[in-house]
Structures are given as structure tokens and as C-alpha cells.
């Protein structure tokens, strides 16, 4: 729906049900991301979370994303929302398999569209483990800019994990 060079972001749908799945099952891929502590969920609990990703659901915006040949390869999506200071909090994932090719750099950045064109957000927030440098590479393709750095603020691959916080403002 939102269409980008390489990627579109979309609803999900039913029949994504399986690649994601197997997306948040992978446990480097967990290690990797900020929230929640690295354990597997159940077909039954994804298919839970896809189920509330509806547009008749207002208190977030998660889009699937899909490459040129309609796979589903990742995720990304605007949590948090803050109305009255217009702030939001961005989140992305792409499938092991589908790194390294351009699709989360210009996920993120139509995602960052949406924000400012479609929410009228003012600011775009993201918390990073500070070992996650594709993650940070990502983010500042698209113009984010580090505010601060929250020292050993995880427990994370045994051990204290500082956290990198970065922001974008509207155009
Ligand atoms: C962060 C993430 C979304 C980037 O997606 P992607 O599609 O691989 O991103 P891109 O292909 O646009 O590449 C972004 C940067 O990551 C780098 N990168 C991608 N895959 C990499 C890998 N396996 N190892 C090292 N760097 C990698 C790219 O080289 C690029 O950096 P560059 O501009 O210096 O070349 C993806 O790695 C991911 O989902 N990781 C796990 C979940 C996660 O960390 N989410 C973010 C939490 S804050």
C-alpha cells in the first residue's frame, strides 16, 4: 500500500502467518532487539498479535513489509503514540534472511513518512542496544540523531548492555 523502490508496507494478513512466526522465533534475532527478554512465542500467540494489527485498532500502527515479489520480510511500526506532544515510537524488524539488501533502511524511511505526512507526528523516537550497529546504521541513513546513551540499562548475552537513544524531528 505504501510503496517504496524495493519494498511496500501492507497489512498483515492471514496467510503471513507462518514467515512471521518464524521471524520472531529466531533467537539472534531476539537477542538483537530492545524489548521483552529473548524467548520463544507460539504459533497461537502470533497469531494473537496479528489479529489486533487491524485498522480499526487506533492505539498503534504496525505494517508488514513485503519485498518485490510479495514475500513478507519484516515488520515495522509506530507504537506509544503521545497526542499531545505528537511523539511516537518506532520499532522495525527484517527477516534474517532478507538483511543486508536495502529493505530496512527504506522500511524505516516510509514508515518515517507516514509519521510526519499521514500522523502529523513531530518527533520519532527509537531505543537501540548499543551492540546492534545495522540497527543504528539504519536509523541514521534516515536522519536520526543520538540524544543520549543510557549506560547499562539491559541485561542482555549475559551481560549489562548500554542503550542508545535517537530521534528525528518533522521536516
Ligand atoms: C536493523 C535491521 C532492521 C536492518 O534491516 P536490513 O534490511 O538488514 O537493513 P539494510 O539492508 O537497509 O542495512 C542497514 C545497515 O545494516 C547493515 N547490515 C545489514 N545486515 C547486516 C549484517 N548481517 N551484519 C552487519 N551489518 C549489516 C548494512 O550494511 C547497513 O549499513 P550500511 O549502510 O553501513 O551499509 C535488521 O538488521 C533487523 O531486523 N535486525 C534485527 C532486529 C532489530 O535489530 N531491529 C531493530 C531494533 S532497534
Known sequence: ?????????????????????AFVNDYETLREMLSGIPYPSSMSDEREWLSRQSCVTRGEYQFAVEDGEGYLVGRCGVTRLDWKNRLGELGIMVG????????????????????????????????????????????????????????????????????????????
Open 1 to 21: 500500500m505504501i510503496e517504496g523502490k524495493l519494498v511496500r508496507l501492507r497489512a498483515f494478513e492471514a496467510d503471513d502467518l507462518d514467515a512471521s512466526h
Open 96 to 171: 534474517a534472511p532478507y538483511r543486508g539488501r536495502g529493505y530496512g533502511t527504506e522500511a524505516m524511511a516510509l514508515l518515517c513518512a507516514f509519521c510526519f505526512e499521514e500522523l502529523n507526528l513531530h518527533k520519532l523516537r527509537v531505543s537501540v542496544l548499543a551492540f546492534n550497529r545495522p540497527a543504528l546504521r539504519c536509523y541514521e541513513a534516515n536522519g536520526f540523531v543520538r540524544e543520549g546513551l543510557l549506560r547499562d540499562e539491559v541485561w542482555r548475552k549475559g551481560a549489562w548492555q548500554d542503550v542508545v537513544l535517537l530521534s528525528k524531528t518533522a521536516p
